[in-house]
């Protein structure tokens, strides 16, 4: 190559063009970073816009720096400890006469507790997560057993979090706003449910590895690299770029634009692939909790909510098999379509009167004598 | 493969460097980009490699034997058999389960007891296209236009050619397939044109299509019928959103082949400034409206035969085109209607002003066209012949209280309409595309930095495909 032609390339028209186009770029990042970067700026819904692709770490940092009484603050909620289960209801409450126990997320909470709105002698034990998926509430159940007795338990699966038990915590899936609670993972190995529990597994655990940075925090991180399927280094460890909006930006879109949990889990127009890890996992969870709730004399009703665009793909995976298990449940399918995007609010959940009429369907459901098995 | 996609940019990347590599290779880079449109393709959906290798098969025998045959009838008989077959595979493929559906509920309308019967039939990714550039192939030999080609897998690459392949535009084989016979270079502009058009229809695709798509889908797939304010403001989305889903779709793929040499031909050229639908159908999709026109309106004897056969000449090649957007019964309204205002616009005399009088009355004319315009969009987006029943009522009656129950597009949305109408306009008031060059380099930096970080902004929320790709 000539040098008239490399001082070309360097120094040419394009060079400078493109030189100007970074030079650019570092103004916007600089001014995003003056005009949002202090602590009044990031609580504007702009400056949460350009926060959001903070790294998972980076995240977690600032969650344990904020003061969690001012702050919305995630970080205790959806752990399974025993110190957190004992402090939910474990009997009927005075004038009611039903202890219903309600495993899911916030989609089956708010169903619930509205369904012990309409009929008041309903006392709700509820153990949840944010946007938790079944492996957790599976482990929630199973972790719960020693400190109730209830009459009806409802096992909510949401569609959209089916995917997520290829996760072992809401730390990456949930990346806009990471929750740390961890879950087993869930696999069908020659016909049997195996579990894989996770390296931290209380709040306390994960305070105390993560502030310090533990040789444990790194067997943790180093457990989610090969068992969560959604683990990227990029999208989850701390670095200085963090402080640049326009890495923030990249980061954030590259988690919208990853499918790594639904890919040959879910797809849009087809539904669920019935074949897939997560759902023979799901199948074998939901047989399992049948026989275990059939021992122990409960009552189990499993709702199917669909989150929103995904139609009736729930209830068209898992309908056969627990009709075939005699397991009783109630679709969303049939009492509004997730297909209309009216029934949904702006943050996913279902708008007051669909949930209204979900909760009418579960309090009927529950006061419904059990059809004989 | 999408083209929004970081497996397209591995695809573009590593393909681009090796085509550079054989470099003044001639029939190297060609047969890189026939096997690299194949694998393009097949992406897609592996099976339809069959339909398009038949397509290409047939279509470059009929050539061969038109351009061989000196009788004007004999000619006429081949073509007419491949366009009976051609048009029998794109039938087949993506109207057979619309014309059972439709003479069932015919049948059944009038008393008649059938069996509702749907084939299993997959639509193959992009079908019409490929089959009206085989199609425009014959035709032009058997007008003696351009000689038939003698190289097969030149001919193959035509019909091939990944980054028109799949949404266009439909290119015609007399541009096309010269440029697949010449030397082709790589050179800084191409690749500074290439890239900035790759930019600005990533810009519009991920910015505004994607970003409207929300508002357009929480008032069409809305059950309840929504107030009159939010079905325009739904239907104006939309307008939008297929603008810059389409037109961005054609930036990249013209981008694209600028990198390579090829020059794609222009699909759109402002078509919201038009001031009537004559001159819309000149600026929007101009590839197909031009197919249509020579294909079929000119043969049907265009504007030479009477007024009356005219406007019925008019209105066959718009229903036509309707129909080949899609096989449903809206589309194919849309078709109507758009046929419809071509025929009242032939009836209009636009008065003659000057100066600033004429300026008023062009922009007043615009204004009031893109209602029309959008209307049409409000026909062509409307999931159901009840939705456009109820819309139309409702943006008549106003029955419920105006209020704008829509989802609001997301800001980089908002901005990205801003800058786009900015761009557009001082492109089209300077009548030159590459009108942004004159700018001195820290400006024009400045607008690639402002497509770049919106581009950012945009990608950071959901995907979505391009709606194109159906048709």
């Given at each position: 190559m000539g040098t008239t032609r490399l001082k070309h390339i360097l120094f040419g028209p394009s060079a400078r063009v493109l030189g100007w186009v970074i030079v650019w770029l570092a103004i916007f990042d600089l001014g995003v970073s003056l005009s949002f970067g202090s602590r009044a700026g990031s609580k504007t819904s702009l400056g949460r816009y350009f926060e959001y692709g903070r790294s998972v770490e980076g995240k977690l940092e600032r969650s344990m720096a904020a003061d969690p009484k001012s702050e919305g603050q995630i970080l205790s909620a959806g752990w399974l400890s025993q110190e957190e289960l004992r402090q939910r209801p474990s009997r009927p409450a005075d004038g009611t006469d039903l202890l219903v126990a309600v495993y899911g997320q916030s989609f089956a909470m708010h169903a619930a507790h509205e369904a012990a709105a309409i009929d008041k002698r309903i006392t709700i034990r509820g153990i949840g997560g944010p946007a938790a998926p079944p492996s957790h509430s599976y482990a929630g159940y199973k972790a719960d057993v020693e400190n109730r007795k209830a009459d009806v338990v409802v096992f909510g699966i949401l569609s959209a979090s089916v995917p997520d038990m290829g996760s072992m915590s809401g730390l990456i899936w949930h990346f806009e706003n990471?929750?740390?609670?961890t879950f087993p993972r869930y696999r069908v190995q020659a016909g049997q449910l195996t579990e894989e529990q996770p390296v931290i597994r209380t709040e306390a655990q994960f305070k105390q590895a993560f502030s310090t940075r533990s040789a444990?925090?790194?067997?943790?991180?180093?457990?989610?690299?090969?068992?969560?399927?959604g683990y990227d280094r990029f999208t989850f460890e701390q670095s200085p770029a963090d402080a640049s909006s326009i890495v923030r930006l990249v980061r954030r879109g590259w988690v919208a634009h990853d499918d790594g949990y639904e890919r040959g889990v879910y797809d849009p127009q087809r539904g669920f692939d019935p074949q897939s890890e997560d759902l023979q996992a799901l199948k074998?969870?939901?047989?399992?909790?049948?026989?275990?709730?059939?021992?122990?004399?409960?009552?189990?009703i499993v709702l199917l909510m669909h989150a929103k665009g995904q139609s009736d793909h729930l209830h068209a995976a898992l309908a056969p098999s627990l009709e075939q298990a005699g397991i009783e449940f109630i679709s969303t399918h049939a009492i509004f379509s997730a297909n209309d995007p009216t029934n949904f609010l702006p943050d996913s959940h279902y708008v007051p009167a669909v949930n209204h009429r979900l909760a009418q369907a579960l309090a009927e459901r529950i006061r419904r004598p059990a059809p004989v098995r | 493969m999408n083209f929004a996609s970081l497996q397209f940019a591995y695809f573009l990347i590593f393909g681009f460097a090796l085509y550079a590599l054989?470099?003044?290779?001639?029939?190297?880079?060609?047969?890189?980009?026939?096997?690299?449109?194949?694998?393009?393709?097949?992406?897609?959906?592996?099976?339809?490699?069959?339909?398009?290798?038949?397509?290409?098969?047939?279509?470059?025998?009929?050539g061969r034997l038109i351009a061989q045959q000196q009788d004007p009838a004999q000619r006429k008989r081949s073509i007419a058999v491949y366009t009976v077959f051609a048009l029998c595979v794109l039938g087949y493929f993506k109207y057979f389960n619309f014309f059972i559906d439709s003479a069932q509920t015919l049948l059944l309308g009038l008393g008649f007891e059938v069996r509702r019967v749907y084939l299993d039939i997959v639509l193959p990714p992009a079908i019409s296209f490929y089959v009206f550039e085989s199609l425009s192939y014959v035709i032009e030999i058997h007008h003696r236009h351009m000689p038939g080609t003698t190289k097969f897998r030149h001919y193959a690459l035509f019909i091939a050619y990944f980054p028109k392949l799949v949404a266009g535009p439909i290119e015609r084989p007399a541009v096309?397939?010269?440029?697949?016979?010449?030397?082709?270079?790589?050179?800084?502009?191409?690749?500074?044109?290439?890239?900035?058009?790759?930019?600005?229809?990533?810009?519009?695709?991920?910015?505004?299509?994607?970003?409207?798509?929300?508002?357009?889908?929480?008032v069409f797939n809305s059950?309840?019928?929504?107030?009159?304010?939010a079905i325009a403001l739904g239907t104006y989305a939309f307008a939008l959103q297929i603008y810059c889903d389409f037109s961005g779709y054609t930036d990249i793929a013209r981008g694209v082949s600028k990198l390579l040499g090829i020059e794609l031909s222009q699909n759109f050229r402002f078509p919201y400034f038009s001031s009537n639908p004559s001159e819309f159908w000149r600026r929007w999709h101009m590839s197909l409206s031009s197919w249509l026109?020579?294909?079929?309106?000119?043969?049907?004897?265009?504007?030479?035969?009477?007024?009356?056969?005219?406007?019925?000449?008019?209105m066959l090649t718009m229903l036509l085109g309707g129909l080949w957007h899609g096989a449903a019964w809206n589309f194919i309204l849309w078709g109507g209607y758009q046929g419809l205002l071509l025929v009242v616009n032939s009836f209009i005399k636009p008065p003659v002003f000057k100066g600033t009088a004429a300026l008023v009355s062009r922009v007043v004319a615009t204004v009031v066209f893109f209602q029309f315009v959008c209307y049409g969009w409000l026909l062509f987006r409307a999931n159901s012949f009840e939705q456009i029943r109820n819309f139309t009522v409702e943006l008549l009656t106003l029955s419920q209280p105006l209020a704008a129950t829509v989802a609001r597009p997301p800001l980089a949305a908002l901005l990205g309409?801003?800058?786009?109408?900015?761009?557009?306009?001082?492109?089209?008031?300077?009548?030159?595309?590459?009108?942004?060059?004159?700018?001195?380099?820290?400006?024009?930096?400045?607008?690639y930095a402002v497509l770049v970080f919106l581009t950012l902004m945009g990608l950071a929320s959901a995907r979505s495909a391009f709606i194109y790709f159906q048709f």
């Open positions: 990471p929750a740390p609670f444990e925090w790194d067997r943790f991180k180093a457990q989610l690299r090969t068992s969560d399927r074998a969870m939901l047989a399992d909790l049948g026989e275990r709730t059939r021992a122990r004399g409960e009552r189990l | 054989l470099s003044k290779r001639l029939e190297l880079q060609n047969a890189l980009l026939l096997v690299g449109s194949y694998y393009f393709y097949a992406c897609w959906d592996v099976r339809f490699l069959l339909l398009i290798w038949l397509i290409t098969g047939a279509s470059y025998l009929t096309l397939i010269p440029q697949i016979e010449q030397p082709r270079f790589i050179t800084e502009e191409n690749i500074t044109r290439g890239s900035f058009l790759i930019l600005l229809g990533l810009f519009k695709k991920i910015v505004i299509a994607d970003g409207m798509a929300p508002t357009v889908d929480s059950a309840q019928t929504p107030n009159a304010w026109r020579d294909y079929l309106y000119i043969p049907l004897g265009g504007n030479r035969v009477g007024a009356v056969r005219t406007k019925v000449n008019l309409v801003a800058v786009l109408a900015l761009y557009d306009l001082a492109a089209y008031r300077s009548g030159r595309a590459t009108f942004y060059r004159d700018w001195p380099a820290p400006l024009r930096a400045g607008l």
